[in-house]
Nanobody, 123 residues
Framework: QVQLVESGGGLVQAGGSLRLSCAAS????????MGWFRQAPGKEREFVAS????????YYADSVKGRFTISRDNAKNTVYLQMNSLKPEDTAVYYC????????????????WGQGTQVTVSS
């Protein structure tokens, strides 16, 4: 089991950038696929990005492709989400999660979740 703690959220103007971090504890982090999801008020949790165990393969939702970048540092047990050109519709609570395979991007494919960090983009 992996324990996850997100940080880096906040309030930013449209067009700005934020970098989210997710610190993991547990022996299985370096062998786990990692993902970022988000949930806006009144909406279902949705996939944002995922990365395989060694960082060699990444997947993105169409809505963030070209603007967001997921990366990981296994030596630091941390996964990141660099978010550029932010839009008001990116406003949500962002969660990181550990899963079995990066290509499996459903919520149910990820078994360990952090508590989330709020990202608010003002227009």
């Amino acid at each position: 089991q992996v324990q996850l703690v997100e940080s880096g959220g906040g309030l930013v103007q449209a067009g700005g950038s934020l970098r989210l971090s997710c610190a993991a504890s547990g022996r299985t982090f370096s062998s786990s696929a990692m993902g970022w999801f988000r949930q806006a008020p009144g909406k279902e949790r949705e996939f944002v990005a995922s990365i395989n165990w060694n960082g060699g393969t990444t997947y993105y939702a169409d809505s963030v492709k070209g603007r967001f970048t997921i990366s990981r540092d296994n030596a630091k047990n941390t996964v990141y989400l660099q978010m550029n050109s932010l839009k008001p519709e990116d406003t949500a609570v962002y969660y990181c999660a550990a899963g079995v395979a990066a290509w499996r991007t459903g919520v149910s494919d990820f078994g360990s979740w952090g508590q989330g960090t709020q990202v608010t983009v003002s227009s």
